[in-house]
């Protein structure tokens, strides 16, 4: 008669079945212990509770020195009852800087009036549409070269000025 092999794996044998017991040993012992009731649950907590003692005001106080009468019987506190909230602190507000002065308004800005292009400022040709800094100080620079403007077709010959800005200053500025 031959032997049957001997196998040293743990999972056949005795060693599986101790192992199976001690699982399900500890498997009850926290099934036991989740289902007690000698621990307190959140839920219990909030039950079992005591509620807090409502806040006494002088208006349901019938003085405000107690005595024999009036006595509570137990004190819970001591100190001065609180009847009314303190006032909230009022914000302290920086004094306001005076205000500046508006800058005048171009002429462009008054309804009707054109801007004379051969004396206007560098601050008047910028307040024209699609004429920034860069060109309106070309435009002074090429009228300080060239002198005066005469006719709308001068005005070509700036870099940056193309036909349909021409189109679109033409309603706003004058040449005399």
Known sequence: MSQPPVVEDWTYGPARWI????????????????????????????????????VKTAATRPSAAPTAANADPKPTRSGPIVTELPAAPTPVVAPAAPAEKPPAAPAAALPGAKINVNTASRAELESLPGVGPKLAQRILDDRAKNGAYKSLEDLDRVSGIGTKTLERLAPLITFE
Do not use: D, F, N
Request: charged residues 10%.
């Open 19 to 54: 192992g199976v017991g001690l699982v399900v040993a500890l498997s009850a012992v926290g099934l036991s212990w989740s289902l007690s009731s000698s621990r307190a649950t959140p839920a219990a907590a909030s039950i079992s509770t005591p509620k807090p003692e409502p």
